[in-house]
């Protein structure tokens, strides 16, 4: 019987480590997207443009096609590390983060898709880990700041009044879509496309009153 007992806790905590590495991948994943930003740095020519067109295109398209795959089945979901028990039945968190950010550089200016990129890159998995030491409150108080910063950052140039109204629009948009859980669609998704769209419709609006607030572009090609 203590053998048994003594087998069951070392199967426990090789399940518990198992866990807390693919908790660290996640994270990690995250960080590690915002190094997609250095495309901006790429040099402007037209084959380099094609490059940049297409090839987030098809790798987004085919990590599209290998989770529907997972999904029905034809793919063992084991081979997929750090997948949470939710996604099994439906799309991966990368997915939906490579999504957004396929979106953001293809239909957004930089100055809008930067700062919103950074909030899924840093916001959000910083926002996870205070949840827990902080509570919910103090950590989105945190998340909020962080996301200021970025968008603060971003549209440093622009005049003080736009400066102001897309810092505090921008963070807002982003905590909302950390905080907003829906059931098909993931945060990783939305931290990043309800800033987006929130500014997208603020530049629109005053693009018709004859006003463009859109400051100079943070990165520009080497």
Known sequence: MEKL???????KEKLNGIEMDAH?????????????????????NPWINLGKLYVPIIVVTGIAILEYRRIKG??????????????????????????AMLFLFLFFPQQIAIPCILCAAFSDPLIGELRHSLGKKRAYVFGFSVSLFFFLITWLRAEWWVLIVVSILGASGAL???????KMIDDDFMIQMV?????LL???????????ILPGKLILPL
């Open 24 to 44: 660290w991948f996640r994270r990690v994943f995250h960080t590690f997207a915002a190094t997609f930003l250095f495309s901006y740095l790429l040099p402007d």
């Open 195 to 199: 800033p987006a769209i929130l500014l």
């Open 74 to 99: 034809e793919v063992d979901h084991q081979h997929f590390f750090g997948l949470r028990s939710y996604e099994k039945r439906r799309p991966a968190s990368y997915l939906y983060f490579g999504v």
């Open 202 to 212: 603020f530049w629109g609006g005053m693009l018709l009153t004859g006003i463009d």
């Open 176 to 182: 909302i879509g950390e905080a907003k859980k829906l």
């Open 5 to 11: 007992v003594d087998y069951q806790e070392e199967i």
